[in-house]
């Protein structure tokens, strides 16, 4: 591949002033930007890069504090177990969690609502129950909810979308009607859409529903506050946070957890097992069976420590920045459709478009030839694209170390593409 790269500005250059980041100063902190200069990085809805400072503690873990946790009597386990344990509650603050004794330590989003689907579905859930999701979730808020409801025979409904790009308001009541659990993700990995959790979670508790919030694209971006929304259960990923991958997290309501049955079995997660039976260890342990991404777990709590320093605020404030640019530019040009809705304030950091007839796939791989990585393809929501009359779009998405220039990076190769596939 020959690489037609753009040359970002430098410093003093590109500077805009009165940004609510320095996002020039924030790449410093990123080794891939200096090893790459010319990298134009739009995917952080898919992972975000990762900072020095979270490689750095997962360095400093595994040279000098690696061991197992929770077993060893010795220091250097202990010494693990309590570096473990701080980040258990760094990530209980960040998000104002009652104790961090509610948050499980998971692999990713994914594992985290598998763990609610199984747990729930599997005890909670009435077997003529009725579990509600929304037409714009990811596959993993509906695949794991699918397949426990083939055991159980509880019905999955889902909540619609509007023609611009909302969850459907009007049918809400309707569908929580006899519902127990209401699944929603808090901002579309496809159409930007932020859904007002609280609203929903209210609406989910005056039906006797629990409610369950997919924040995989919410917590990294913007301030989160899960005594606020009152939710019951909360995912989000480590990886889309500045994180390592391989750790994730579950919120959940402290007497929920204990109610609950453990989703995975196996060491850590039990206080005896007897021969014809288990008992289970205190809450969140009970549901971290096995050896856990100790490492995983110091790195995201640096991750943390690194989006606290900056302030979440901040962070949803200069997103909305590019966001707005981004879509304002987009839809200039002629043949770029937009998906989602108008009012930037009520997107996060994500603009999903297509250009012309060009397939996601083919624009995508034009644009990596200037070393611009977007996302193409169904981003795993094809309920969201069946509704939208696609298959498939081109995403771009930003994050804290992506500068206002790279909007118009990805606008000129944009006019390029449509010379280039020859667009009339
Ligand atoms: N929920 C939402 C809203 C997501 O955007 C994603 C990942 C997940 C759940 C699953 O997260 P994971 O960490 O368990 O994989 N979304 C995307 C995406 O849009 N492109 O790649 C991953």
């Known amino acids: ?30 080794p891939i930007f200096k090893q790459d200069k010319g990298l134009v990085y739009l995917d952080s809805t898919a992972t975000s890069q990762k900072p020095l400072q979270v490689l750095e503690a997962v ?19 202990v010494e693990a177990t309590e570096e473990y344990e701080k980040a258990r509650r760094k990530v209980a603050e960040l998000i104002n969690a009652r104790s961090p004794r509610e948050i499980v330590f998971v692999r990713n989003t994914t594992e985290a609502l598998n763990l609610v689907a199984y747990s729930l579905g599997l005890n909670r859930v009435r077997a003529d129950g009725k579990v509600v999701l929304t037409v714009m979730e990811h596959h993993s808020n509906i695949v794991p909810w699918q397949i426990v409801s083939k055991h159980r025979g509880f019905r999955v409904d889902y909540v619609p979308i509007t023609s611009d790009g909302y969850l459907d308001m009007s049918a809400v009541e309707e569908k929580l009607s006899g519902s127990d659990v209401f699944s929603f993700v808090h901002a579309s990995n496809v159409l930007g859409t932020i859904n007002d959790a609280k609203y929903l979670t209210r609406k989910a508790h005056e039906h006797g529903a629990l409610a369950v919030v997919d924040a995989a694209q919410s917590v990294p971006h913007m301030p989160v506050d899960v005594q606020d929304i009152g939710c019951d259960f909360m995912a989000f990923s480590g990886h889309k946070m500045l994180g390592p991958t391989g750790i994730g997290v579950l919120y959940g309501r402290r007497e929920l957890l204990e109610e609950m049955e453990p989703f995975m079995g196996g060491g850590e997660m039990i206080k005896e097992v007897y021969l014809d039976r288990s008992e289970w260890n205190e809450v969140p342990w ?36 590019l966001t707005s640019k981004a879509l304002e530019a987009l839809s200039e040009l002629k043949h770029v459709k937009i998906y989602g809705p108008e009012n930037p304030r009520h997107r996060c950091g994500l603009v999903a478009f297509n250009l012309g007839d060009i397939h996601p796939h083919d624009l995508a791989s034009y644009l ?57």
Not at 407 to 422: G, I, M, N, T, Y
Request: hydrophobic share 40%; charged share 25%; with cysteine.
């Open 368 to 424: 990596d030839g200037f070393k611009i990585c977007v996302r193409a393809g169904h981003h795993c929501a094809m309920p969201t694209h069946t509704w939208l009359g696609l298959t498939a779009t081109t995403r771009a998405s930003f994050y804290i170390y992506n500068i206002p220039d790279e909007v118009e990076v990805l606008v000129d190769a944009l006019k390029k593409a449509a010379v280039f596939f020859k667009l009339s």
């Open 286 to 321: 009970k549901f971290e069976a096995g050896t856990p991404n100790i490492a995983g777990a110091v790195g995201l709590g640096a991750a943390v420590d690194y989006l606290k320093k900056i302030g979440l605020d901040k962070v949803r404030d200069y997103e909305h920045i």
């Open 1 to 30: 591949m020959s690489w037609r790269s753009y040359i970002l500005p430098s410093r003093s250059e590109g500077m805009a002033s009165g940004l609510p980041i320095d996002p020039y100063r924030v790449r410093e902190d990123f």
């Open 59 to 77: 360095k400093q873990f595994y040279a000098k504090q690696n061991a197992n946790v929770h077993r060893g009597v010795y220091g250097l386990s």
